[in-house]
C-alpha cells in the first residue's frame, strides 16, 4: 500500500507562486514517473507535467515556461513549482505515480490540493 501527500496549495494572486509537494509514503518502491494532474470545476482532469526516473520532464503547453517539475528519487517526492500563476490556473492539483509490475503498471494517487489564483 503506498499513499500520495501532496502539500503546498492554497490562494495566490495573479503573477504569484506557489511550489507543490507530494511525497510518496514508502521508499522502497522506484516509481516509474512521477507528476501532477489537475482538474477544475466542470472540467475534465489535464496532465499538467509529469518527471520519469530517467529525469524527462513533459508540460502541458498551458504551463510550460511557468512551471517546473522535479523530483527527489531517494524520498520520493516529486515537486511542482508554479510560477507566473493565472486564474484559469485554479483547479485541485493531484499528484500520481506510476509503479512498473510484471506485466504492466499501477498508478497511485495523492488526495488532491486546491490551487486557486485570484486578486
Known amino acids: 500500500q503506498v499513499q500520495l501527500v501532496e502539500s503546498g496549495g492554497g490562494l495566490v494572486t495573479p503573477g504569484g507562486s506557489l511550489r507543490l509537494s507530494c511525497a510518496a509514503s514508502?521508499?522502497?518502491?522506484?516509481?516509474?514517473?512521477m507528476g501532477w494532474y489537475r482538474q477544475a470545476p466542470g472540467k475534465q482532469r489535464e496532465l499538467v507535467a509529469t518527471?520519469?526516473?530517467?529525469?524527462?520532464?513533459h508540460y502541458a503547453d498551458s504551463v510550460k515556461g511557468r512551471f517546473t517539475v522535479s523530483r527527489d528519487i531517494a524520498l520520493n517526492t516529486v515537486y511542482l513549482q508554479m510560477n507566473s500563476l493565472k486564474p484559469e490556473d485554479t483547479a485541485l492539483y493531484y499528484c500520481?505515480?506510476?509503479?512498473?509490475?510484471?506485466?504492466?503498471?499501477?498508478?497511485?494517487w495523492g488526495q488532491g490540493t486546491q490551487v486557486t489564483v485570484s486578486s
Open positions: 514508502r521508499t522502497d518502491l522506484s516509481f516509474n514517473a
Open positions: 518527471v520519469t526516473s530517467g529525469d524527462s520532464t
Open positions: 500520481y505515480a506510476t509503479h512498473l509490475i510484471l506485466g504492466g503498471s499501477r498508478d497511485y
